[in-house]
Every structure is written in structure tokens, then in C-alpha cells.
């Protein structure tokens, strides 16, 4: 028996998460938290508790309380704001006999910022998409047209994103940003994304890796999806694994441009579509039991071939049930 600690349960990879463990091999407690009391990812928790935003002050103590009140054996985040604070206050959990199923925290440094990210693609000899942080709105227009993509360097889940059709559009945003931007060239289209999930050995290799050819919804999650298995898409992944060594769950998201898979982001977590991986036979929580409490590499799973879509469904509570 394991107890494992899944914060964010009341968001897409949180809940997530807890489903995927409830389907995993291994007889788990979960102990779900979110800042939300009525959590929907409650009802699927064995335990619940509600939890403190990552940014306050009081974020490790509380967390430390819950994984000593609960005898934690390992703590899985849902939400990417939990990563950074924990990474942050990393040494004040050392004291504690967890796991934390964390990734490389160099990974994470440069991940977080989409710019380091493609300074670090560049610095490896690999093709990126034309992108810039400075110069007059007429130099980057010649050199990547219009409309062209304005992004937050630090931002997930496509949030942020604008596309800029004119130097009002431009100027408007850069005051927004506060100059915490970049401009990149718009390539592929909606109908050529891809998201590659690989767990991570830290030694340059992963374990297994599953790609989606998928299509987002407003929220910047996967809305529909279908399972790929393209070797130039395999080839360019383990590349990209060999050069960033990262550790455990990680998600490499790409577009599909003038015959190249060309990297739009990293990110060194568990993604939001861990449920849809996990309905095709591949199970991030299951792998983090494996490497992070039994210290082993995570078995081969069997890949079902298929797509998904993804619809609201509702939780109701009635009255009559508090009776």
C-alpha cells in the first residue's frame, strides 16, 4: 500500500492523475488537495484537503504537514505552479522521508522559459522556429511576416498567446508584457500539432514514449486526439531526450512544418492529456510508483491504437443526498 499525495485535483491533470492511479497496478491511498474546497477531484480522493496557493507563504509548511499527518510516501503535483514552489523550497522537504515525482531541476529552469528553451535548441545544433525578444517592429515583420505569434516567455497551456497583425497589436502587448516577451513565426497550422509524452531515466534515455496528433480547445488542453507512431517524430524526441536527460514524466509539444517536427515548448511534468494516455495503456502515475518508490525502470506498456474527444460532463450533487 502506498499513499500518494496528488495536488491540483480539481484541475484536468490533477484529476488526471488520481484516475490514472486508481487504474494502475499498485493498492493506493490518495490524498487529493486543492485550493478549492469543492474540488470536483475530491470525490475520487480517499482523503481531501484543502490547500494553500503555491505562492503563499505558508505553502511548505503545509504541505510538509500533510505528508507527515498522512505518512506520504509520494507527492505527484498536478498544477505547474506547485512544481516551482517545491523546486523552490526544495531543501526544506529533504528533511522528510518522501519522494517527489519532480523532474530535472535544470529542465525545469530552462523550460520555464521559452526563450532559455530556445537558446538551448539552438546551442544544439537543432532547427527552431525563427523567434526574437527585441528589435523595431518593422526588422522582426520582414523577417517573420504577418500575422506573427507574441508569447509570454514564461507562461503553459497556450496561455497568453496573441497573434499580431499590425504594429498596434505589436506595441499594445510589448507594454502589457513589460518586455517579458518573444515574437516567433507562425508555422504548421491547427491540423499539425503534436504532443510526445516520454519518461525520462535522467541518463539521456526514457523509458517509453507515446505521441498524439491532437487538436486544443479554448482552455489550451487537448480536445481531440489520436494516437501516432511516426519514426522521424520517435527520432527527433530521443534527440531531444539525449540533449535535456530529463527525469520521469515529460511532455515535448511540436508542430509539423516544411517536413520538420519543429518544438514549441517542454514541459517537465505530467500534462493535461495524462487521462487520454493512460485510456490508450500508457500510465504516468503507475511509471512514477515504479521509478520514484521502487526505484526501477518502468515496464513496457502495450499502446492501443485510437482517438479521443473530449466533452463536459457534469458532477451533480443533489439535496437529498445531505439528508
Given at each position: ?46 482523503f481531501f484537503e484543502q490547500g494553500k496557493i503555491a505562492s503563499s507563504l ?210 517537465p511534468r505530467i500534462s493535461s492529456s495524462t487521462s487520454i494516455r493512460n ?45
Amino acid at each position: 500500500m502506498y499513499n500518494i499525495l496528488v495536488t491540483g485535483v480539481g484541475a484536468i491533470i490533477g484529476y488526471g492523475i488520481v484516475h490514472s492511479l486508481r487504474q494502475s497496478q499498485y493498492n493506493v491511498t490518495i490524498i487529493g488537495t486543492d485550493i478549492y474546497e469543492d474540488a470536483v477531484g475530491k470525490e475520487w480522493c480517499d482523503f481531501f484537503e484543502q490547500g494553500k496557493i503555491a505562492s503563499s507563504l505558508d505553502y511548505p509548511q503545509f504541505l510538509t504537514d500533510l505528508i507527515v499527518k498522512y505518512d506520504i510516501d509520494l507527492v505527484i503535483p498536478g498544477i505547474e505552479q506547485d512544481i516551482d514552489r517545491i523546486t523552490k523550497e526544495y531543501e526544506y522537504f529533504t528533511k522528510l522521508n518522501v519522494k517527489f515525482a519532480i523532474n530535472d531541476m535544470q529542465l525545469i529552469d530552462i523550460a520555464n522559459d521559452k526563450w532559455l528553451t530556445h537558446l538551448a535548441l539552438i546551442k544544439n545544433k537543432l532547427n527552431v522556429i525563427p523567434t526574437f525578444i527585441e528589435g523595431s517592429y518593422i526588422e522582426i515583420e520582414k523577417k517573420l511576416g504577418i500575422p506573427m505569434l507574441l508569447k509570454p516567455r514564461k507562461s503553459y497551456a497556450s496561455k497568453g498567446i496573441y497573434k499580431i497583425q499590425n504594429i498596434e497589436d505589436y506595441n499594445y502587448w510589448k507594454f502589457k508584457l513589460c518586455n517579458e516577451f518573444m515574437v516567433q513565426k507562425i508555422v504548421g497550422d491547427i491540423d499539425s500539432e503534436y504532443t510526445v509524452a516520454a519518461f525520462g531515466l535522467g541518463d539521456g534515455t526514457s523509458s517509453q514514449k507515446i505521441s498524439l496528433k491532437r487538436k486544443l480547445g479554448p482552455d489550451g488542453a487537448t480536445a481531440k486526439a489520436k494516437v501516432v507512431d511516426i519514426v522521424q517524430l520517435n527520432n527527433t524526441v530521443d534527440k531531444l531526450v539525449s540533449i535535456f536527460k530529463p527525469v520521469g514524466p515529460t511532455n515535448f509539444q511540436f508542430r509539423y512544418h516544411e517536413g520538420e517536427f519543429l518544438l514549441l515548448e517542454i514541459n517537465p511534468r505530467i500534462s493535461s492529456s495524462t487521462s487520454i494516455r493512460n485510456s490508450f495503456g500508457y500510465n504516468e502515475a503507475e511509471m512514477c510508483i515504479d521509478f520514484y518508490l521502487k526505484n526501477k525502470t518502468p515496464k513496457i506498456y502495450e499502446i492501443k491504437n485510437g482517438s479521443a474527444i473530449r466533452y463536459v460532463k457534469e458532477k451533480i450533487y443533489y439535496d437529498s443526498d445531505n439528508i
